[in-house]
């Protein structure tokens, strides 16, 4: 099993910035990819950002240019950032952190419990 604890989520201003941490700890072998995905009241949960354990990254187009997804991998823990920059109202949602790892049986996903972004005047 993975662990995944988010944190960050606060209410901003139109405009300003947050950046979001979520640590993974468990049974982390195995983990290829990591994102960050919201959902907004009444909408489906859409990806916002992803990185492979190779570094490569992958952004909705309504955030490109203003979010920016990295990770860091310790011993036991890896540590996932988005530092979201130019918040927009649109931009309000629950921000969950996911992790995908391949085994011989299959590919999982694993989730936080979600952080609440809100970003209003």
């Known amino acids: 099993q993975v662990q995944l604890v988010e944190s960050g989520g606060d209410l901003v201003q139109p405009g300003g910035s947050l950046r979001l941490s979520c640590a993974a700890s468990?049974?982390?072998?195995?983990?290829?990819?990591m994102g960050w995905y919201r959902q907004a009241p009444g909408k489906q949960r859409e990806l916002v950002a992803a990185?492979?354990?190779?570094?490569?990254?992958?952004?909705a187009d309504s955030v490109k240019g203003r979010f920016t997804i990295s990770r860091d991998n310790a011993k036991n823990t890896v540590y996932l950032y988005l530092q979201m920059n130019i918040l927009k109202p649109e931009d309000t949602a629950v921000y969950y952190c996911?992790?995908?790892?391949?085994?011989?049986?299959?590919?999982?996903?694993?989730w936080g419990q979600g952080t609440q972004v809100t970003v209003s005047s």
């Open positions: 996911n992790a995908r790892k391949t085994l011989a049986t299959g590919e999982y996903d694993y």
């Open positions: 468990g049974s982390i072998f195995g983990i290829y990819a």
């Open positions: 990185i492979t354990s190779g570094g490569s990254t992958n952004y």
